[in-house]
């Protein structure tokens, strides 16, 4: 299975997911930078960025960088005898080349094709609309505290809300994600949160880092209101959206939904954690708040450790923001071809 994996979501993972169900070993080709560009417009994510993520699912078992947009005649022939494919997948979505012909053409000719279903409510176009619709001033500060101007904003609010609607949770979806494994006995139990908001590369290494130390991760993912209160600004992602792309991470053995921002002795009685950790790189203004981790560290059960990128959810919002029109282009273009994709849409079997 290929694709961009842009600003990857819970939606590409669901679809890697679906993709491995259809064989023993899945292989992932990720688009060049360059493709992208000539295809769908400016990338968000750099190259490196997306093959952490798309490396750091749960499902894909190795990694094509640079792939191609289209499958040609040469790549599927490199597929099949390089890489030993036996069936190139895609979504129910149709993926067109700029002149309007099916990029898999050439795979479902030849009888290697197979195709699984979609999965609702979010797309790399919508989460880009979200970000532009949401923070409307250019030079938004690294806290994004001047998102939303509530009064003049409130047309924005409600297409941002409609874009949203499209999301359904439901427990199966979780239990799908879910190794559904508890922690065996003397397992050391390492607890990490956050808000794991536009999930990206930073994430899925700091989370890696974190599951070095123990034999079971377990990472709790604070609800939106409680990010809101302390950040100034509410998540691009909801909490489900959230949970979802945290529970894909191959790193992450179980979450906690809403999970409270101070880590009580109660709780850490309850999980029978050994150790909190949090990173260097952090997010939003806690000047002045108690100490979430004061109980951890007054149990000696507490680490800091070093972020291994700097990158953040803010830094991944700006670069859009600062380039808001090409993205504005962009999406667009891809938002009638999804507009049409759910006008016309019928069931799938299988997600």
């Not at 090409?326 to 006008?343: P, V």
Request: with cysteine.
């Amino acid at each position: 299975m290929d694709g961009c994996f842009d600003l990857m979501h819970y939606g590409h993972a669901n679809a890697l997911r679906q993709a491995k169900l259809l064989g023993d070993q899945l292989v992932v080709g990720v688009v060049s930078d360059e493709e992208i560009v000539a295809n769908k417009g400016p990338p968000v994510l750099s190259m490196e960025e997306r093959l952490t993520l798309v490396s750091g699912l749960k499902w894909v078992d190795e990694v094509i960088p640079n792939a191609p947009y289209e499958i040609t005649e040469e790549f599927m022939n490199t597929l099949f005898n390089k890489y030993s494919i036996d069936y190139i997948i895609h979504g129910d979505d149709p993926c067109l080349l700029p002149d309007g012909t099916d990029a898999y053409a050439l795979a479902k000719k030849v009888g290697r094709y197979k195709q699984i279903k979609r999965t609702e409510g979010v797309s790399s176009t919508d989460i880009v609309g979200r970000i532009l619709l949401t923070f409307k001033h250019k030079d938004a500060d690294t806290d994004f505290n001047v998102a939303v101007d509530e009064k003049a904003g409130a047309k924005q609010n409600d297409e941002v809300k409609s874009r949203l609607s499209h999301f359904l949770p439901t427990s199966r979806r979780i239990m799908q994600f879910s190794n559904g494994q508890a922690p065996s006995p003397g397992a050391r139990v390492v607890y990490i949160d956050g808000a794991f908001d536009l999930f990206h590369a930073g994430h899925v290494e700091i989370l890696r880092s974190a599951r070095q130390l123990g034999d079971f991760l377990l990472v709790g993912i604070h609800d939106d209101q409680s990010i809101r209160d302390r950040r100034g600004y509410r998540p691009i992602m909801h909490l489900h959206e959230r949970t979802l792309s945290v529970l894909a991470c191959r790193y992450v053995d179980e979450v906690i939904i809403g999970a409270p921002w101070e880590v009580s002795k109660d709780m850490i009685t309850t999980f029978n954690i050994s150790l909190v950790v949090h990173g260097t790189v952090t997010e939003g203004n806690s000047t002045g708040e108690i100490d979430p981790y004061a109980v951890p560290k007054s149990m000696g059960i507490f680490k800091t450790i070093t972020s291994p990128k700097s990158i953040t959810s803010v830094s991944v919002a700006t670069r859009i923001v600062d380039n808001h029109e090409a993205y504005k282009k962009r999406n667009l273009k891809k938002k009638a071809s999804e507009d049409r994709y759910y006008t016309q849409k019928k069931f799938v079997s299988g997600d």
